[in-house]
């Protein structure tokens, strides 16, 4: 009698192969989608480092601050003045005017603001450090003088206070030096000479102040030219020249036309 005929056993699934104990429980970043709009290099028609097609880029978000291609940068405006006026060989400190016996300090006082009629070149930090620095200590002990002590501002010192103002203040604004300054994204051109011109002001602001002014004085030299010379320093990039002109003017106003 013939065997009989053996039927084949259907086919069985395979296996579920079992995962190692040591692969990782996370796909690792190889292994992941790319991010929704960015296609990979393997997949891109033009090749690795290709762009991706527009269709397939994600949509900028509008609300992304805009980076400037320049960094910040701090400017400094350099007065053009004709040439500084530098002080003889033997410009040195004065007395100081507390020192000074009362009958002698108006004189004193007077040397001391015509000290401040010298200019120095601040675009060369380095030179006439020791003239600079008894400038500056005249304009402090004068703005001293004149803020602490009583019956200063007699009529000799008018004509000299207002000159070194003019001296000092009154000069021909430079262009701007820089096409790529954006006052958005940098910050303001600073005046060079600011170490000085900022006791300047501040002394003339205490003149303008002082109980003591005489306007019938004050009025000779604080004319009309003067004024319009105030104006057109309002022109200067230097924001903290400019507050300073804004007080000064309401000051010579007040004064004059109050």
């Known amino acids: 009698q013939p065997p009989a005929a053996k039927h084949p056993s259907p086919p069985q699934p395979p296996a579920a192969k079992q995962p190692s104990p040591l692969a990782p429980k996370h796909p690792s970043p190889r292994n992941m989608p790319p991010p929704h709009g960015i296609l990979p290099n393997r997949l891109s028609p033009h090749g690795p480092g290709a762009a991706a097609s527009p269709n397939q880029l994600s949509v900028p978000d509008p609300f992304t601050r805009k980076i400037s291609r320049f960094p910040k940068k701090l400017f400094t405006q350099t007065s053009s003045r004709f040439q500084p006026k530098k002080p003889p060989p033997d410009y040195k400190p004065l007395p100081l ?39 500056r200590a005249a304009l402090n002990e004068c703005l001293d003088y004149i803020s602490n002590y009583k019956g200063v501002l007699s009529e000799p010192v008018y004509p000299p206070l207002i000159r070194m103002v003019r001296m000092n203040a009154f000069r021909t604004l430079p262009p701007s030096d820089n096409p790529e300054y954006d006052p958005d994204e940098d910050d303001p051109p600073l005046e060079a000479t600011w170490p000085h011109l900022e006791l300047v002001y501040a002394f003339f602001l205490r003149f303008l102040e002082s109980p ?12 009309q030219s003067f004024v319009l010379h105030i104006l057109e320093l309002f022109d200067s990039e230097d924001p903290r020249e400019r507050d300073f002109l804004k007080t000064i003017l309401h000051r010579i106003y007040g004064k004059f036309l109050g």
Do not use: G, N
Not at 107 to 122: G, N, T
Not at 212 to 217: H, V
């Open 97 to 135: 005017l507390k020192d000074t016996p009362p009958d002698e300090r108006t004189d004193l006082f007077v040397r001391k603001i015509e000290q401040c009629c010298y200019l120095f070149d601040f675009a060369q930090p380095m030179s006439d450090l020791r003239a600079k620095e008894i400038k």
């Open 212 to 223: 003591e002014l005489q306007t019938s004085y004050a009025k000779r030299h604080v004319d």
